[in-house]
């Protein structure tokens, strides 16, 4: 992976606090357990290297193709799978779902050449915490291994655009279309909740901004995941623009 200056804000997201930083009195937290999934053996024996240096963060396994990465997560249990779109036997998004079903906590970046906005939706529908392209500089990997881990949403600045293109292209659609079946009801708090995501605020930014805790916040945001049947947050913001919540400018 090369270094690319527009690539050196690829994860739109606040920083977040290392998984070893701890607070006084407390131990050490666990390090964040990651699973590498690419066909490519170089390439996953270099995401090693950087991230196994450092210390928050361990590498528990590698897979060279989709069906590897479902039986390994299955077993593993990893906190994050850092994978490949265009893989032999099993694609990365298909993986992916069957990911989310056998390891459900875990968080899923796809680490790819593929520019398609075809792929990135398809990602993002199948579950996947963020989407990267190759080009980022690898340095940036450890620090898009702890924001996934802390509960932001990632996508590289060139994806994001087109992105941003289809929420608008949604909107518009809505307007046009007949009125259908009513979404589900959410309350007024889980409302708020929804539009904080879909400004892109991490869980800890939603807490101080409604001076509730984090783990309310959590619990909103699990319910409005199960009450409107999406996958992720990046499919909590689709929602928000179709439904006029969040405003395209």
Known sequence: MSENPQARGAAAVPRQTAAGDTKAGEGPADPIRVLIVDDHALFRRGLEMVLQGEDDIEVIGEGGDGHEAVEMAGDLLPDVVLMDIRMPRRSGIEACTAIKDAAPSAKIVMLTISDEEEDLFEAIKAGASG????????????????????????????????????????????????????????????????????????????????????????????????????HSRMEAVVYAVREKLLEIT
């Not at 949403?153 to 292209?169: C, D, G, Q, R, V």
């Not at 939603?206 to 199960?226: D, G, P, Q, W």
């Open 131 to 230: 989407y990267l392209l190759k080009e980022i500089s690898i340095d940036e990997v450890p620090q898009a291994v702890r924001a996934v881990h802390g509960g932001q949403s990632l996508i590289s600045p060139s994806m994001a655009s087109k992105l941003i293109t289809e929420f608008a292209a949604l909107a518009k659609s809505s307007e046009e279309r007949t009125q259908q079946v009513p979404a589900p009801r959410l309350t007024e708090r889980e409302m708020e909740v929804l539009r904080l995501v879909a400004r892109g605020l991490g869980n800890r930014e939603i807490a101080r901004e409604l001076f509730i805790s984090e783990n309310t916040v959590k619990n909103h945001v699990r319910n409005i995941l199960e009450k409107l049947q999406l």
